[in-house]
């Protein structure tokens, strides 16, 4: 069964570093996700990715925040200068149509840990 | 704004005991509403949706969610956990005509004790 795969897992950076979180989505689907989730705290969505273009995005995603699908394959968020409160879980997600009426298809997550 | 509120945090049941999780959301317009399941270890699967038609959904692994409109909730159901049940357990909306973010709430720990 397809499925989304994030790398690395994990991810331990320093204050002030950028750092690349990388996502292979299903192969035949258009539309992608990146949430994350703040250890106790809700699952909160970043933006949304459509024909090489952010869709949507949240108050989160702020300048310090790009998405970028430089090849066929791949998805990547990148954090300009990580600050200690990026850390976090982070999801990718795809689905095959946009809207609400479908299924996002996520991955395993990274574990970012900012110090 | 949308949001979910999901009202335990932590659930510990003995198996075959029968379980209910509640979800509310906060929306004035339609809605479609979805419960994610994470395995220890694992990725967000989905469980169930509803979009619209029967408010009764049948989801996978025996479990099922009722969507009643008028108390803005989707509680998800199932008679008889098992130990393998054992998951955190994530309730989410999204609105039909939009771009698909969804909107999660806070998630649900439930231990089955064998």
């Known amino acids: 069964e397809p499925e989304v795969t994030q790398t690395p897992s994990h991810q331990v950076t320093q204050m002030g570093q950028e750092v690349i979180l990388r996502c292979v989505p299903i192969?035949?689907?258009?539309?992608f996700y990146w949430y994350r989730q703040i250890l106790g705290q809700k699952v909160e969505f970043l933006v949304s990715?459509?024909?090489?273009?952010?869709?949507?995005k949240s108050e989160i995603f702020d300048d310090q925040f790009s998405v970028e699908r430089p090849d066929g394959s791949n998805f990547t968020l990148k954090i300009r200068s990580t600050k200690l409160e990026d850390s976090a879980m982070y999801f990718c997600?795809?689905?095959?149509?946009?809207?609400?009426?479908?299924?996002?298809?996520f991955g395993p997550g990274t574990r970012l840990t900012v110090l | 704004a949308q949001s979910v509120s999901q009202h335990n945090h932590h659930v510990i049941l003995s198996e075959a005991a029968s379980l209910e999780l509640g979800c509310n959301y906060s929306?004035?317009?339609?809605?479609?509403l979805f419960w994610y399941v994470q395995y220890p270890g694992q990725h967000l699967q989905l469980l169930l949706k509803?979009?619209?038609?029967?408010?009764l959904v049948k989801g996978i692994k025996g479990f099922e969610a009722e969507f009643i409109k008028s108390k803005f909730s989707f509680n998800l159901r199932k008679p008889s956990v098992q130990w393998s049940d054992t998951a955190e357990y994530f309730c989410a909306v999204n609105s039909p005509n939009q771009g698909g973010k969804l909107i999660f709430g806070q998630g649900t720990e439930l231990s089955v004790k064998p």
């Open positions: 192969s035949n689907h258009l539309y």
């Open positions: 990715f459509y024909n090489n273009e952010i869709s949507e």
């Open positions: 929306y004035g317009g339609t809605v479609n």
């Open positions: 509803y979009f619209s038609g029967d408010p």
């Open positions: 997600a795809s689905s095959g149509s946009m809207g609400g009426n479908n299924e996002q298809f």
